[in-house]
């Protein structure tokens, strides 16, 4: 049996999950399993809420417009969440939604939108990046969701990175060098905190500041320079190759 059921359609639920649970269904949530899916009474679903692991649910609707789902089995254990915070400047809105959910599909625990002189977005709709990270989990199979942070100013935000932390500092401007053997170079003792600018990079003030961060791994990202959303898968699959939980070994071991 594969890994993965794709076939099934998953579905993120605030309640707890045990078995034989009656789990009612938030108005939006009804409204796109009965009208949009059009599921019918005894549809199967796989649910999820970020804590309880995943579970085999079946709609019941006691009446045309109203609906259930009952639980039966796990069939997944609770994964939990890595070590990776992605720090990011927010980009304008729709390659703000694709980044964030690139972030969840590449396992970061934590999202920190950070504001930079030059981040073009000032005003951070939470529900819009929470509803991509449910979005986002529900269509990769996702169990941890990472958690978002409240928005920080770039230089508040480098004063309060532990200085045991590895801050992972993507430089457009840094010499163009092996990335992995930058990683490589590196054990993380603690978190790994990764750092991409908005569309229009990083001040010299800016690059000053987290150039003198403790715990600095600068990294260049290659010749070319990467637009922010593109930078942030780059940067993901590298951390996760060298760091994370692409080694194939239990991160929280290493
Ligand atoms: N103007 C483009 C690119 C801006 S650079 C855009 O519209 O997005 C955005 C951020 O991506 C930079 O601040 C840096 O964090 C990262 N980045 C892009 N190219 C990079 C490279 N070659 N090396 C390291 N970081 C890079």
């Given at each position: 049996?594969?890994?993965?059921?794709?076939?099934?359609?998953?579905?993120?639920?605030?309640?707890?999950l045990?078995?034989?649970?009656?789990?009612?269904?938030?108005?939006?949530?009804?409204?796109?399993?009965?009208?949009v899916?059009?599921?019918?009474?005894?549809?199967?679903?796989?649910v999820?809420?970020?804590?309880?692991?995943?579970?085999?649910?079946?709609?019941?609707?006691?009446?045309?417009?109203?609906?259930?789902?009952v639980?039966?089995?796990?069939?997944?254990?609770?994964?939990?969440?890595?070590r990776?915070?992605?720090?990011?400047?927010?980009?304008?809105?729709?390659?703000?939604?694709?980044?964030?959910?690139?972030?969840?599909?590449?396992?970061?625990?934590?999202?920190?939108?950070?504001?930079?002189?030059?981040?073009?977005?000032?005003?951070?709709?939470?529900?819009?990046?929470q509803?991509?990270?449910?979005?986002?989990?529900?269509?990769?199979?996702?169990?941890?969701?990472?958690?978002?942070?409240?928005e920080?100013?770039?230089?508040?935000?480098l004063?309060?990175?532990?200085p045991?932390?590895?801050?992972?500092?993507?430089?457009?401007?840094?010499?163009?060098?092996?990335?992995?053997?930058?990683?490589?170079?590196?054990?993380?003792?603690?978190?790994?905190?990764?750092?991409?600018?908005?569309?229009?990079?990083?001040?010299?003030?800016?690059?000053?500041?987290?150039?003198?961060?403790?715990?600095?791994?600068?990294?260049?990202?290659?010749?070319?320079?990467?637009?922010?959303?593109?930078?942030?898968?780059?940067?993901?699959?590298?951390?996760?190759?060298?760091?994370?939980?692409?080694?194939?070994?239990?991160?929280?071991?290493?």
């Open positions: 049996m594969a890994r993965y059921e794709f076939a099934t359609h998953r579905l993120h639920v605030p309640a707890d045990a078995p034989d649970a009656t789990v009612p269904l938030e108005p939006g949530a009804l409204n796109y399993l009965l009208n899916l059009r599921m019918e009474e005894g549809a199967r679903l796989l999820f809420n970020g804590r309880d692991g995943e579970w085999e649910a079946t709609l019941r609707k006691p009446t045309r417009k109203t609906a259930v789902l639980l039966q089995r796990q069939t997944r254990q609770q994964e939990r969440t890595g990776i915070r992605y720090a990011f400047a927010p980009l304008k809105s729709a390659r703000l939604d694709y980044l964030v959910q690139k972030a969840v599909e590449m396992g970061v625990a934590r999202l920190t939108p950070v504001l930079t002189q030059r981040t073009q977005l000032h005003r951070l709709k939470d529900e819009r990046l509803a991509n990270i449910v979005e986002a989990a529900e269509q990769c199979g996702v169990l941890a969701l990472p958690v978002l942070e409240p920080i100013r770039l230089e508040r935000f004063a309060a990175l532990p045991e932390e590895i801050l992972v500092f993507c430089d457009e401007d840094a010499e163009i060098a092996d990335p992995v053997l930058a990683l490589r170079q590196r054990q993380p003792m603690a978190g790994i905190t990764v750092l991409v600018g908005p569309e229009g990079g990083f001040t010299e003030e800016e690059r000053a500041r987290a150039l003198a961060h403790p715990g600095l791994l600068r990294l260049s990202l290659g010749p070319r320079i990467l637009r922010a959303d593109t930078a942030a898968v780059a940067v993901l699959a590298l951390v996760q190759s060298v760091y994370g939980d692409w080694t194939g070994r239990n991160v929280n071991e290493m």
